[in-house]
């Protein structure tokens, strides 16, 4: 099993950025796939980015938010630029063992392990 801790989140203006820190402990290999999701009040749970060999993003982020990993440090970022009020939500981070390329990183049900989440928020 896999530790994860996620930080970094708070409140933000429109237009501002935050980057989002993901560290994993436990069972760690470089092979896992890291993905970060979110979940608005109400809404369900959504894919935001995820990185194994390459990167994949929803198409509501992407050109403003960028994934990226340690892996000497054993953490994925999350670098959230020109946030919109639609962007605030729960942002977790999840990762999975034994990603092929038949796996759809963009589906919750993909991963193993999950974070608590931090909390985004952007005021217009």
């Known amino acids: 099993q896999v530790q994860l801790v996620e930080s970094g989140g708070g409140l933000v203006q429109a237009g501002g950025s935050l980057r989002l820190s993901c560290a994993a402990s436990?069972?760690?290999?470089?092979?896992?796939?890291m993905g970060w999701f979110r979940q608005a009040p109400g809404k369900e749970r959504q894919f935001v980015a995820a990185i194994i060999w390459s990167t994949y993003y929803a198409d509501s982020v992407k050109g403003r938010f960028t994934i990226s990993r340690d892996n000497a440090k054993n953490t994925v970022y999350l670098q959230m630029n020109s946030l919109k009020p639609e962007d605030t939500a729960v942002y977790y981070c999840?990762?999975?063992?034994?990603?092929?390329?038949?796996?759809?990183?963009?589906?919750?049900?993909?991963?193993?392990?999950w974070g608590q989440g931090t909390q985004v928020t952007v005021s217009s």
């Open positions: 436990g069972r760690t290999s470089i092979t896992d796939a």
């Open positions: 999840a990762t999975r063992r034994g990603t092929n390329a038949q796996t759809d990183l963009r589906l919750t049900t993909s991963y193993d392990d």
